[in-house]
């Protein structure tokens, strides 16, 4: 049952699109070096989030990814594998 995920993001998305979709409340669920990964609400929709303090990018993820994201950091996974995540996450969009 276990299937090699994808670390890429959905999209890039502006502080306004941010905003937009967080407009109902936001909830930092972790951070780890220059990253937090983030989910906001509007309505009944979650959405999440990666967001890079360093230069201020924001990556709209699935709900996938922030489930995997959020499990190996707090579940015993190893620190730099979650961070080689987040980077790829970073990397996967312009």
């Given at each position: 049952m276990s299937t090699k995920i994808e670390f890429v993001a959905l999209k890039k998305i502006s502080r306004e699109e941010f905003m937009e979709l967080a407009q109902d409340g936001m909830r930092e669920l972790f951070d780890l070096e220059q990253y937090k990964v983030l989910d906001g609400a509007k309505g009944d929709e979650v959405t999440h989030f990666v967001y890079d303090t360093g230069t201020h990018d924001c990556y709209l993820i699935d709900l996938r990814t922030s489930y995997e994201l959020l499990a190996a950091?707090?579940?015993?996974?190893?620190?730099?594998?979650?961070?080689?995540?987040?980077?790829?996450?970073?990397?996967?969009?312009?």
């Open positions: 950091y707090y579940c015993g996974g190893d620190k730099q594998t979650v961070l080689a995540s987040l980077n790829k996450i970073a990397a996967s969009v312009e």
